[in-house]
Nanobody, 125 residues
Framework: QVQLVESGGGLVQAGGSLRLSCAAS????????MGWFRQAPGKEREFVAA????????YYADTVKGRFTVSRDNAKNTVYLQMNSLKPEETAVYYC??????????????????WGQGTQVTVSS
């Protein structure tokens, strides 16, 4: 089992920045990649970004490219999501997730094995 705990959410004005953290514990050696997803009220959970655990390769949804940056600190078993130029429509609960399988398709939430509890991000206009 892998446990994931997100932190760093909060209230920010449009155009502002936040950095989310996701601390992993447990059988982290089994994890091949980590992803960030978000879910707004009444909407499906959508892919935001992902990073491979060893190589550090990154992947982004088109809507966040150039504004969000995903990174990891292997020594701390922690993944980060730096979010800049936030928009009100990006208000959502942000989740981190861990995937064991080393195949790609990082945007498919069904391929992730472990999920955190989520952290609320609210962007005011």
């Amino acid at each position: 089992q892998v446990q994931l705990v997100e932190s760093g959410g909060g209230l920010v004005q449009a155009g502002g920045s936040l950095r989310l953290s996701c601390a992993a514990s447990g059988r982290t050696f089994s994890v091949s990649s980590m992803g960030w997803f978000r879910q707004a009220p009444g909407k499906e959970r959508e892919f935001v970004a992902a990073i491979t655990w060893t190589g550090g390769n990154t992947y982004y949804a088109d809507t966040v490219k150039g504004r969000f940056t995903v990174s990891r600190d292997n020594a701390k078993n922690t993944v980060y999501l730096q979010m800049n130029s936030l928009k009100p429509e990006e208000t959502a609960v942000y989740y981190c997730a861990a995937k064991r399988a080393s195949i790609g398709l990082y945007h498919l939430r069904g391929l992730y094995d472990y999920w955190g509890q989520g952290t609320q991000v609210t962007v005011s206009s």
